[in-house]
């Protein structure tokens, strides 16, 4: 599909809100624990979505195979990535964290050769997940070599969290007839009832004592960086489909890296961006769109010099 001037402001507009989830995050865990953040991000969201199915004028679906798929979903795509990247955010920079985070697609690629039959490795992906891998090596660095450092398990988690959010792509297509809100909603539900539970036995919350920029940091997780940012995201995958809407890959960990240098003061190392690059053009060999406009390219000038 050709995406409009609108379709590429809300792809802008996505990208700052994911991109902003480690803006977000980094600042709720400083005085909040990772198990807690993730609770209240949840949470608050799932009200809001409910809020907006039931205005939309849709119902969510009831019955013990509707509540199991939800639970799986939220589990997957919700409750194990977003404690991941919280407790990863312990121990590395909220703009770190995004970019070892967008190595999301390698594992999808990879689920998908595994688990289903109709999407398999090409030598051009083949070549792509190398090239993404020797990025993430260029970012945790030489120092790995002489065992695994507090920032070194950060880091680990973050790459865990993106084959977590993998694992969910692929079981996410189940919920393809169900109205976006009710999806949304339904997963995050279920996300809930998982994680308070979790929060209140592992982490006690009633012992943090967060200043108000903490408190209003959970707010933005889950108003902006979930609520709103999922409904955008359904919106794009009808409007533009899901090739198109993949392109936030790219954007988030420049939105998370500028909010990070910009507000936060983080100063990653050189190392970083050599690695994001590395990251993003085995991102961009996976999809394959780069290549096949060179080939039409030069198919074009091969006619016309002809």
């Not at 119902?59 to 798929?69: C, H």
């Not at 690629?109 to 289903?116: D, E, K, N, S």
């Not at 976006?180 to 943090?208: D, H, K, R």
């Not at 954007?251 to 890296?257: F, G, H, K, R, T």
Request: glycine share 12%.
């Amino acid at each position: 599909m050709r995406m409009t001037g609108r379709d590429w402001g809300l792809l802008l507009a996505l990208s700052l809100l994911w991109g902003g989830a480690f803006f977000f995050s980094k600042i709720a865990v400083a005085e909040i624990g990772p198990l807690t953040t993730v609770a209240g991000r949840v949470s608050f969201a799932a009200l809001v979505l409910l809020v907006a199915v039931r205005l939309g004028g849709h119902r969510m679906p009831v019955g013990w195979a509707a509540a199991g798929a939800f639970l799986l979903m939220g589990l997957v795509n919700n409750a194990i990535p977003f404690s991941l990247i919280f407790w990863g955010q312990t121990r590395i920079d909220s703009s770190l964290a995004a970019i070892l985070n967008a190595t999301t697609p390698v594992w999808a690629v990879l689920a998908a050769h595994m688990l289903t039959s109709d999407d398999r490795l090409t030598p051009a992906r083949i070549v792509g997940i190398l090239v993404s891998l020797a990025g993430v090596v260029v970012l945790i660095g030489p120092a790995a070599l002489g065992g695994i450092t507090e920032a070194g398990w950060g880091m680990l988690a973050v790459l865990m969290a993106g084959l977590s959010y993998a694992l969910a792509g692929l079981y996410g297509r189940r919920f393809k007839a169900l109205p976006v809100q009710v999806a949304a909603a339904g997963m995050l539900t279920a996300s809930t009832v998982i994680m308070v539970p979790a929060a209140l036995v592992v982490e006690q919350p009633w012992t943090f004592s967060p200043g108000l920029i903490h408190v209003a940091a959970v707010g933005g997780l889950a108003l902006l960086s979930t609520a709103l940012a999922y409904l955008l995201y359904f919106r794009l995958l009808r409007s533009t489909g899901p090739t198109n809407t993949q392109l936030v890959t790219f954007l988030i960990p420049v939105s998370a890296l500028g909010l990070g240098v910009l507000i936060l003061g983080e100063r990653p190392e050189p190392r970083a961006f050599m690695g994001m690059a590395l990251i993003f053009a085995g991102l961009a060999v996976i999809d394959g769109r780069l290549a096949a406009r060179l080939r039409q390219r030069r198919a074009g000038s091969s006619r016309a010099g002809g």
